[in-house]
């Protein structure tokens, strides 16, 4: 496709329950990142790959987070035992390496935790 | 990464040009200053970048002091989908494993009719 498209659009969760959030890059771009936003807060990041190799995970908040991209396009953003103050948006972005025209992001999973 | 100011909220009637300022006193001389803005319900959209001198593209004109201390974004003539809020945002560069942006809070635009 043309953007960046993630899945599920949205997802409820019961404390305690496990997600597993995803993210298709724009084809061919090397670099994929993840973010958390609060509601009414900027987004911050949590992780981020170039290719299959994950470079930087010093955003994730904790063990329960972990993320992959084994094939160095879709990656996954998994969450485990999800407590109420995961509640969130998740975005992706994605760009070429040299990011010549910026980052281009998904819209986005609203994860709330119940 | 340098830090940056912006005001929480501006207003704009359509069809005017709306100026958004920044301040990065403590930019260093190989950071670039980026701008993105998010319309709700949407991820962050790239809108343009620059380093020392003035640029311009389709969508926004992005002015930089000369002492590189502030910088505004312009857009020529608002309308009402430019409604979203703005992050002014500085870093070494974009690509590569250094390409982490950190946003702050950035400025609600508001544009009216």
């Known amino acids: 496709g043309a953007g960046v498209s993630q899945s599920p659009r949205y997802k409820v969760a019961k404390r305690g329950q496990d997600v597993a959030l995803r993210c298709d890059p724009i084809?061919?771009?090397?670099?994929l990142f993840w973010y958390q936003q609060a509601l009414g807060q900027g987004p911050e990041f949590l992780t981020y790959?170039?290719?299959?190799?994950?470079?930087?995970k010093s955003g994730l908040p904790s063990d329960r987070f972990f993320a992959e991209r084994p094939e160095g396009s879709v990656s996954t953003l998994k969450i485990q035992r999800t407590q109420q103050e995961d509640s969130a948006v998740y975005l992706c972005?994605?760009?070429?390496?040299?990011?010549?025209?910026?980052?281009?992001f998904g819209s986005g999973t609203r994860l709330t935790v119940v | 990464d340098a830090k940056t100011t912006q005001p929480p909220s501006m207003d704009c009637a359509e069809g005017r040009a709306a100026n958004l300022p920044c301040n990065h006193s403590?930019?260093?001389?190989?950071?670039?200053v980026y701008w993105y803005r998010q319309i709700h319900s949407q991820g962050p959209q790239y809108i343009i970048h620059g380093l020392k001198n003035n640029e311009t593209n389709e969508m926004a004109s992005l002015i930089i002091t000369e002492d590189r201390k502030s910088s505004t974004l312009i857009l020529p003539h608002a309308t009402l989908r430019d409604t979203a809020v703005y992050y002014c945002i500085v870093r070494v560069h974009l690509g590569g494993s250094q390409g982490n942006l950190i946003f702050g809070k950035g400025t609600k635009l508001s544009v009216k009719p």
């Open positions: 972005a994605s760009s070429t390496h040299e990011a010549f025209h910026g980052y281009t």
């Open positions: 084809s061919g771009h090397v670099s």
């Open positions: 403590t930019i260093s001389g190989n950071e670039y």
């Open positions: 790959f170039q290719n299959e190799a994950q470079l930087d």
